[in-house]
């Protein structure tokens, strides 16, 4: 006797479906495992093991996405600033999300609490003008040491009051920094004689090499120049 071969519409490409099947007719894509039938409209269905549907129940953040009907199928939409792609072949889904217009949203909102904040207690804030404080601080002079060689430049940045001890001849040089600073000078029994370099303009006392003598400088430094202002204190 000899034997009958039934043989269903078949694929071996990946991912492929069939795009129709009669009514009860059968179809199947061998290198993926799947079997199709074709429902009342000719459309392929893929069979699931006793009917059931091709998923059960999902937890969508709380909402539970229930699969009540054959052929029901789950559907992920893009969001804001979120990209899906889905991989049929690998049966794989990513997600992707741009985060840099959500942290530039919370920065900017940090940014505000604690500009209100610190207004509300009276702290300064950067890069904000007009702030209004209450109370006061106080300044730990700067000590540059001593200076008995070569040149010396404060930096405007380090803080608002400076000093440094005249032990030698040496240069004062109001370098590039921008800012503005009070400077003092104590000559102690080495001093030597100052030389002013680089100051658009200068004014004030003269300085001198008398031991125990105290200057106190005016400094400022911007775009326009620098200027240096010497009040002898004794």
Known sequence: ???????LKKSGT??????SLAPGELGVNYVDG????GDGSNTAVLYSPGGGSNFGTINADGTLVVSDTDGDVVTFVAG???T???????????FSANLLPAFVQANTALYTANLSFNTANSALFPNVENQI??????ITIKDLGFANTGSITPDPGDRQMQRYRNGGAHSLLPGSLFGNYLLTIVNVS????????????????????????????HCVIDGDGST??????Q
Do not use: E
């Not at 100052?194 to 400088?217: E, L, M, P, Q, S």
């Open 80 to 82: 804001s600033n979120m």
């Open 228 to 233: 240096l202002v010497v009040m002898a204190m």
């Open 190 to 217: 080495t001093a030597g004689a100052i030389t002013v370099i680089g100051w658009t303009k200068t004014g004030g006392d003269a300085f001198t090499t008398t031991n125990g003598h105290i200057f106190r400088c």
């Open 34 to 37: 799947k079997l199709y039938y």
């Open 133 to 138: 404080i209450v109370g006061g601080a106080t």
């Open 84 to 94: 899906i792609v889905g991989d049929a072949v690998n049966d794989k889904v990513t």
């Open 1 to 7: 006797m000899s034997n009958t071969v039934i043989q």
């Open 14 to 19: 990946p991912g492929a479906i069939p795009a």
